[in-house]
């Protein structure tokens, strides 16, 4: 079983190392399908210079990442294409071994509830057997070391890599059952980037479901041992933040990596917002509970762009939804392709509304500290681009 | 988006559409109206064809040979019924029972909101009559419907004998898998209302009727039959229902292709704008039951048919409805017709409407570019030397002053569409008028009592409204009428493409200055009313029977008469759409006009 993971990780090294030093490589790493402003490799090495001339790398808005992975690069920049295809070695393996580890659980789990009788009886050809279940693990890390996103990811240098093997290791351990080791991994993806913290209420389960605890508001033991993970995952976390701490001796990461500190309230209302568009199912109640907000923004009217065509939009759009759910439904005339296309013209709508308000905040904050008449520096008039 | 972001490219457009803006205007309603123009033409034509894989592939002999004994039927049922004075339900139901069906009956009665002229009835009532075959070997889980409305005027008796051969012709085949209903209602369309009604278990129009007694599963196809002699030379077939719905065109098709198979010559009446049932058939749509209605025309043409020839095409119909596995769900369900075995469809004949509007719509962002004519928008501080002025407080202000005159056009449309039938007996008592003639006369005098409103809303108005409130209010007042247009447009396109023809232009050019008298007489002879009374005098000059002034404005108070009373019997939506949407949007330009 061994040997074909290795051939695997062999051909993906392979593949990898030929695009490292084919001329694509820089082309890939410009794309922005692959790389974000918060894992882009270019920001990384302009945090480290930063941090090699003496100054703070978070000052000047560039550098997103976190101090430990600044001290990683740190001494390891000359290595950086091998560090990258060997965290993405790292993730195929963990994710073997989780996936083996899962697979054998899913069967004794399958053979006692067939010894208990609690399948019916005509399913035999549904019982999944050892046999198709052997080739998974290999599939599963072939998947992603194979994959062409992942080895785009990869020759790009984007960070997103290093954060998907910490993921896959909370996976491995979370499955194989160490609590410790799970909250350690979890707490460092988490430092990371804020949204792995909503993996922990399903890590939580699994290891509660592996020591037979049931999950009942009563159970003692259920609420001693989450109460433990929940520590141990503060705690880690804790431990992570105060070391980055000290490695930078200031607390600037914190503004820089999980950002826009300065006007919360304005955070708030553009997260409420995005959940309100990208929910299950919305509904126009969530759309008024930020509408409630636009006389807040009153200051920033006279930089919306295009307010007069998203109104209508939304107007046009909120008119034709009982319209065109009536010739559906009552009708019969339209099908459902009339109603999804208003929703998806009434979320465009909203998208476009949102990100007009974020241009014209942004753009206020920034005549608020260069002036309200910009010259570029030929005399000529500025105009602001937002990038 | 770059077009809607990058500064540069704003400003060009901007600069675009402000200069260039009448004449995308001109051109834009000339493509609009030169797109439906040719509609009638072969590329955004098509060839009918079925969809419905069930009903296409297999052919059937016909074999209805009970010409004479539909003439005898129909003989005693016009006996019966002139000795009696209704329908005679005694005898159909013997009559019924002999042939071999199921025969159950149904009363039902209503009080129309006011005495409706053109029949000559107000406390309606009256019973149907229906008989059900059930199919020798399923489980009468679907069936279909051949329905004769008898009304107090129409003597639909050679239609009924022929319902009652077909019915015996039927009974003796063993290969049906739906029941059929035969169905014999009294005063046509509130008759079938209130079978309907029962049948499906709801009440929507007020109709007391006794529930039925038998059922037969749920409807797939209904075919509604009005005959006036017993040789036609010509089946008229109506296609559109209660506010402008359409069956599916396969089940038009289906009878097209046996008028061809045995030579009858087909012909087809297009109204759907006014959003009438033209039949029974229009009341079927509105439970999702397709349905037809046929009319046997008696002209003066060389070849005539006999009783046997219509059998015969309804008793194929009826064969290939028989195959249906589902509801007729494949062919197009909006279309427009302009030949029996042509149609266009809705990706083709939108466009129309769609530039119409896209008048309005540049004119709407003209305004807009206009009230914020500071340096051509907002973001650019640097271009003017004064300051940009502080369009929040104008803004609020004219918001303000927008709202008097909205509140009151609504409310005169409000007015519009509750007094005349609460007000009939104040009307009748204190004038020398029926309720009939006090309802369409209270009707017009509101409406005409609108168009001196600009004055007292000024009045209310004048001391707060700036020079540019009127821009702000036609601004309103477009979108208003586009958003109307556009969801009338959906549902009853020819409702939308009429209406939108002739008020697009008036909307667009109503301005508080220039040649005042001229922008008013435009914008009266394209109010909603006028154009109603317009359409009236085209339609009959194209029936080839035109009526002179007197006579037109006669037919115009009965139309307006029978447009109220239908949507209180089944619900029609053309007078509350005019009397709660456009007639205030109308109001509105015309404020915007008297602006002083």
Redesign the interface.
């Known amino acids: 079983m061994a040997a074909p993971l290795a051939l695997v990780v062999v051909v993906a090294v392979t593949v990898r190392a030929a695009l490292f030093r084919s001329s694509l490589a820089e082309f890939i790493s410009e794309r922005v399908e692959v790389v974000s402003p918060l894992n882009s490799w270019k920001r990384v090495v302009e945090g480290l210079s930063l941090l090699d001339l003496g100054v703070s790398p978070y000052s000047g808005a560039v550098f997103h990442e976190t101090p430990l992975i600044i001290y990683l690069f740190h001494f390891l920049i000359d290595y950086a294409e091998l560090v990258f295809m060997i965290t993405d070695a790292l993730t195929a393996i963990a994710l073997y071994f989780a996936i083996q580890d899962f697979n054998k659980v899913v069967f004794k789990k399958q053979k006692l509830l067939l010894e208990l009788d609690q399948y019916a009886p005509d399913v035999a050809e549904l019982i999944r057997t050892p046999m198709e279940m052997r080739s998974i693990p290999l599939k599963v890390a072939l998947f992603y070391l194979l994959n062409p996103y992942t080895v785009l990811s990869c020759v790009a240098k984007s960070t997103c890599a290093i954060n998907n093997t910490l993921i896959a290791f909370f996976i491995l351990t979370t499955i194989k059952g160490s609590a410790f080791l799970s909250a350690i991994f979890l707490a460092l993806a988490t430092y990371q980037s804020l949204y792995p913290l909503t993996l922990f209420v399903p890590g939580l389960l699994y290891l509660l479901q592996r020591q037979y605890i049931p999950v009942k508001v009563k159970s003692k033991a259920f609420w001693i041992f989450s109460w433990e993970y929940a520590m141990m995952y503060v705690g880690s976390l804790v431990v992570i933040i105060c070391l980055s701490f000290f490695l930078l001796s200031s607390w600037d990461f914190i503004p820089a990596v999980y950002g826009f500190m300065d006007h919360p309230i304005f955070f708030m209302f553009i997260q409420i917002a995005i959940i309100s568009i990208f929910k299950s199912y919305p509904t126009v109640g969530d759309v008024a509970l930020y509408m409630a907000f636009f006389p807040v923004w009153n200051h920033l009217y006279r930089f919306l762009r295009n307010i007069f065509v998203l109104v209508c939009i939304i107007i046009v759009c909120s008119l034709l939804f009982p319209v065109l759910w009536h010739l559906w439904i009552y009708a019969g005339s339209a099908n459902s392709n009339f109603f999804y296309a208003i929703t998806l013209t009434f979320n465009v709508g909203q998208i476009l509304l949102i990100s007009d308000y974020f241009y014209a905040f942004l753009r206020r904050e920034y005549y608020l500290t260069h002036g309200l008449y910009l010259t570029a520096k030929d005399g000529t008039e500025a105009m602001l681009v937002l990038k | 988006?770059g077009l809607?972001?990058?500064?540069?490219r704003?400003r060009a457009l901007a600069r675009l559409v402000l200069r260039l803006n009448a004449p995308l205007c001109v051109l834009s309603y000339v493509a609009g109206i030169a797109w439906f123009l040719a509609l009638a033409f072969p590329p955004l034509t098509q060839r009918t064809y079925m969809s419905e894989n069930a009903m296409g592939s297999t052919m059937v002999e016909e074999q209805f040979a009970g010409g004479d004994r539909a003439r005898s039927f129909a003989r005693d049922f016009a006996a019966h019924r002139r000795k009696s004075g209704a329908l005679p339900v005694a005898w159909l139901e013997r009559t019924m029972r002999s042939v071999g069906l199921e025969v159950y009956t149904q009363s039902f009665s209503r009080k129309l909101p006011f005495p409706d002229e053109t029949h000559e009835r107000y406390m309606v009532s009256g019973t149907n009559v229906y008989g059900i075959l059930r199919a020798p070997r399923a489980a009468s889980t679907e069936s279909l419907v051949l329905t004769v409305p008898c009304g107090p005027d129409s003597t639909n008796s050679q239609a009924v004998g022929l319902l009652l051969a077909l019915a015996a012709h039927f009974r003796g085949q063993i290969y049906w898998a739906k029941d059929i209903i035969f169905l014999v209602t009294e005063q046509d369309l509130l008759g079938t209302e209130a079978w309907l009604e029962a049948y499906h278990d709801v009440n929507i129009t007020g109709m007391q009727s006794s529930p039925l007694q038998g059922r037969a599963g749920a409807i797939q196809a209904a075919v509604a039959l009005e005959l006036s002699s017993d040789v036609v030379t010509s089946l008229d077939v109506a296609v559109e229902g209660l506010n402008g719905?359409?069956p599916n065109l396969d089940l038009l098709n289906l009878f097209q292709t046996f008028c061809q198979k045995g030579g009858l010559l087909c012909t087809l009446q297009g109204k759907q704008a006014s959003g009438r049932p033209h039949g029974p058939h229009g009341l079927f749509l509105r439970y999702?039951v397709e349905a037809l209605t046929i009319r046997g025309i008696n002209s003066f043409r060389q070849y005539k048919y006999d009783l046997v020839a219509v059998g015969k095409a309804l008793e194929g119909v009826f064969r290939k409805l028989n195959h249906l596995l589902e509801r007729l769900?494949q062919s197009f369900?909006?279309y427009l017709l302009p030949a029996l075995s042509r149609f266009v469809s809705i990706g083709l004949y939108m466009p129309a409407v769609g530039f119409l509007l896209l008048v309005l719509g540049l004119k709407?962002?003209e305004l807009?570019m206009q009230l914020h004519e500071a340096g051509v928008?907002?973001?650019?501080?640097?271009?003017t030397s004064g300051p940009?002025p502080p369009?929040?407080p104008t803004q609020t202000v004219g918001l303000a002053s927008l709202v008097a005159p909205l509140l009151i056009s609504q409310a005169t449309g409000l007015a519009l569409y509750i007094l005349p039938v609460l007000g009939q007996h104040v009307a009748a008592q204190h004038f020398p008028v029926a309720e009939a003639e006090a309802v369409v006369l209270t009707l017009l005098a509101i409406y005409a009592a609108g168009l001196a409103l600009p004055h007292s809303t000024q009045r209310v108005v004048s001391t707060q409204a700036p020079d540019r409130g009127w821009m702000v209010l036609k601004l309103v007042a477009l979108?208003y009428l586009?958003?109307q247009l556009?969801?009338i447009a959906?549902?009853n396109f020819s409702l939308g493409f009429l209406l939108a023809a002739t008020m697009v232009p008036a909307a667009a050019l109503t301005k508080p200055c220039g040649p005042r008298p001229l922008w008013a007489a435009l914008l009266v002879l394209t109010s909603p009313a006028a154009t109603l009374l317009g359409g009236l005098f085209v339609w009959r000059e194209l029936q080839e029977a035109p009526v002179s002034l007197a006579e037109g404005w006669q037919l115009f108070l009965a139309a307006l008469a029978q447009g109220m009373l239908e949507h209180h019997t089944y619900g029609a939506l053309l007078f509350p759409l005019l009397a709660l949407g456009l007639y205030p949007c109308w109001l509105l330009f015309w404020n915007v006009l008297f602006w002083k």
């Not at chain 2, 809607?4 to 540069?8: E, I, K, N, R, T």
């Not at chain 2, 928008?377 to 271009?383: H, L, S």
């Open positions: 988006m809607l972001s990058d500064p540069v704003r719905q359409l999702r769900h369900f909006f709407a962002l807009w928008g907002p973001e650019e501080p640097g271009g940009s369009l929040l979108i586009v958003l556009a969801c959906l549902t």
